[in-house]
């Protein structure tokens, strides 16, 4: 067997030098300068104006994604209880409105999540800690119950992860004065 695998390689190798032979060899072919192609790329001068208002407006843009995704303030909203129920709809349009919720720990919670938004990255909601993921058909309510234990931040999130809200629980034995509770979340 490894006397074929010589035989095989050596023959090859003859081949190959046999054809380089006949078709001329690489280093005997001649070299001729190519000519600059039209197809390639050119260099087109901008004047000075253009340039500082494409850079202008890049930087622009930067500024309002970061102010956007992490400057932007959220919308904190306090949940009343109703028949010992702490509900609150949230407006699903572009993202959560509010999307910072502050409830009571120990009494039971209803999200009713409102969809306008026809894009698909809204169309589920999802909160890991407490291990719901509901679709949110469009123009419909949809509401999601849970009881929150423990005090704490817990986050609801679109399915892509993209769009972001908190549900803040604060302790139940806190007084229910709407100041109070926001001071909380705030800290």
């Known amino acids: 067997m490894r006397c074929f695998h010589k035989l095989a ?26 000519s600059e192609s039209n197809g390639g790329f050119r260099r087109i001068e901008q004047p000075l104006w253009a340039k500082a208002l494409v850079t202008t407006g890049g930087l622009g843009l930067i500024g309002l994604e970061l102010w ?16 010992g129920i702490q509900e609150i709809t949230i407006e699903v349009d572009g ?29 589920e909601v999802r909160l890991p800690d407490f ?9 419909q309510t949809t509401a999601i119950e849970f009881t929150p234990d423990e005090p704490g931040r817990y986050e609801f999130a679109c399915g892509m992860n993209m769009f972001r ?13 709407s100041t109070d509770l926001a001071t909380v979340a705030e800290s």
Not at 71 to 76: D, H, M, R, V, Y
């Open 9 to 34: 390689l050596s023959s090859l190798t003859s081949l190959g030098l046999l054809l380089t032979v006949a078709t001329g060899s690489p280093a005997q072919m001649t070299h001729e300068p190519r």
């Open 131 to 139: 291990r719901i993921a509901k679709a949110l058909p469009v123009n």
């Open 165 to 177: 809200g908190i549900v803040e629980v604060v302790d139940h034995s806190l007084k229910t004065n």
């Open 68 to 83: 956007w995704f992490v400057f932007s303030q959220p919308k904190l909203s306090q949940v009343k209880a109703q028949d």
């Open 95 to 123: 993202g959560y409105e509010p999307n910072q919720i502050v409830v009571q720990a120990g009494l039971p919670v209803r999200l009713n999540f409102h969809r306008t938004d026809p894009s698909s990255c809204l169309e």
